[in-house]
């Protein structure tokens, strides 16, 4: 396993999805019992929902 991930967070609400992410490098934990761990390739954003969370437009 690599000893760090990317990830996409967010941080605050604010008008825009690109406002209220950050880009973090966070480093990898190892997964507690109960738990694992899983690599992803690829994965996708929902553009519509994403930013109505980043409104805090989600009840």
């Given at each position: 396993m690599t000893?760090?991930?990317?990830?996409?967070?967010?941080?605050?609400?604010?008008?825009?999805?690109?406002?209220?992410?950050?880009?973090?490098?966070?480093?990898?934990?190892?997964p507690r019992a109960g738990e694992l761990s899983v690599r992803n390739h690829w994965c996708g954003i929902n553009g519509i929902f994403d930013t109505q969370i980043a409104r805090n437009a989600v009840d």
């Open positions: 000893e760090q991930y990317r990830a996409i967070r967010l941080e605050r609400f604010a008008a825009t999805f690109r406002e209220a992410a950050d880009i973090a490098t966070l480093p990898l934990e190892a």
